[in-house]
């Protein structure tokens, strides 16, 4: 069974970076779809940005032309760079196959934008 340890998350100010990363156990991490995930208190998880196996990327509106999804697939790691942040950023990132959420989650990694 596949296991996602997501990690790179803290406090950082507007206008600030992070890098997430999320390391999966289990071969099957180059065959599927991967997403970044996050849930802001009070409200629903949503999707941020999503990789196919080609290649091709997807992100929600609020994050294009901030943030960039890669994965390396030799590592079984998805990545998220975030800039340019803002508060509303502020969530837990999860990360997971796309779209359809096979995996369980694992325990995301805070990120708080706050000055």
């Known amino acids: 069974q596949v296991q996602l340890v997501e990690s790179g998350g803290g406090l950082v100010q507007p206008g600030g970076s992070l890098r997430l990363s999320c390391a999966a156990s289990?071969?099957?991490?180059?065959?599927?779809?991967m997403g970044w995930f996050r849930q802001a208190p009070g409200k629903q998880r949503e999707l941020v940005a999503s990789?196919?196996?080609?290649?091709?990327?997807l992100y929600a509106d609020s994050v294009k032309g901030r943030f960039s999804i890669a994965r390396d697939n030799e590592k079984s790691t998805l990545y998220l760079q975030m800039n340019s942040l803002k508060p509303e950023d502020t969530a837990v990132y999860y990360c997971?196959?796309?779209?359809?959420?096979?995996?369980?989650w694992g325990q995301g990694t805070q990120v708080t934008v706050s000055s």
């Open positions: 990789m196919q196996r080609d290649g091709s990327t």
């Open positions: 289990g071969s099957i991490f180059s065959i599927v779809a």
């Open positions: 997971n196959s796309y779209p359809y959420k096979s995996f369980p």
